[in-house]
């Protein structure tokens, strides 16, 4: 008699073989059956469970299907819950899949470096040419208009960071400093998704409280319509014609005081025509 290729099952005095695949836990395919294991349907919460943590580590559909032989349409019943139910074979497929993909990066951790180094002074230019990266991506990736970055990219970036998180405070540009971004000692842990920084300088400029248009303030507006006409008012006010229209309406009743300023510059320089005989 030849001898078994496959091992046997893990029950005592047992000796048929395993199933070829490792989803049975040790048992063979007739005592998997009678544990509810075979053919065990598992419910979509638990599998859909299992897809969102591989999805969330950068994996694709395709690039799951292509790598670990699981049918990308179950995978997108999965994904949009056409199912409330599937096999156990595809749950524990799903959970030997690593979190991480092995082609891309989730963005936001390195969004995190580059906005912190980007407020000790670091412009993009500098960031870009010192990790040798484009300098287009890590604006993008600054910007939030990236999810997802390529391995070559993360690798730099964080490189770059420990490089750089230690580097004296240089003079900020205006623009940056009012975004006021963490800095890099402003994180604990930079890789907490979970984590909210303390900002060292949140100082921001405070918006100056909007001004009422009273009835006055919208006479004096259509004198200067009526008198400059409505293109050349927009324009010498520097207001577009529908927010001069809402204005003069009554639709937008609080305005920015420097509109308010305008209006008064501009009615006193229209030249008045009292005294003048007729």
Not at 40 to 66: C, D, F, M, Q
């Amino acid at each position: 008699m030849s001898e078994r290729k496959l091992p046997t099952c893990v029950r005592p005095n047992c000796t048929r073989a395993q199933p070829g695949y490792d989803s049975y836990d040790g048992l063979c395919f007739r005592h998997a059956k009678a544990a509810g294991i075979a053919h065990h349907y598992v419910p979509w919460e638990k599998v859909n469970a299992e897809l969102e943590r591989i999805l969330s580590g950068g994996w694709t559909l395709n690039a799951i299907e292509e790598d670990h032989s699981i049918f990308a349409y179950t995978l997108r019943d999965i994904k949009y819950h056409r199912r409330d139910r599937f096999k156990h074979t595809t749950y524990q497929a799903l959970k030997e899949i690593p979190t991480l993909s092995p082609y891309r990066r989730p963005a936001w951790p390195l969004r995190r470096r580059v906005n912190a180094l980007r407020a000790i002074g670091i412009p993009f230019s500098e960031m870009a040419r010192g990790m040798g990266a484009d300098a287009i991506r890590v604006q993008h990736l600054s910007y939030e208009r990236a999810q997802w970055a390529p391995i070559y990219l993360d690798k730099k970036i964080r490189a770059y960071y420990a490089q750089h998180a230690l580097d004296p405070i240089r003079n900020v540009d205006r623009a940056t400093k009012r975004l006021a971004l963490p800095k890099p000692f402003d994180w604990n842990d930079i890789d907490d998704p979970n984590e909210t920084p303390r900002v060292s300088n949140p100082q921001r400029a405070k918006p100056r409280p909007l001004r009422k248009v009273t009835p006055a303030k919208r006479q004096l507006l259509e004198e200067i319509v009526e008198h400059y006409g409505v293109t050349n008012a927009a324009k010498i006010l520097k207001l577009n014609f529908n927010t001069m229209k809402k204005i003069m309406t009554g639709q937008t009743q609080k305005v920015n005081p420097k509109i308010i300023d305008r209006i008064n510059y501009q009615h006193k320089k229209i030249p008045t025509t009292l005294g003048q005989a007729a």
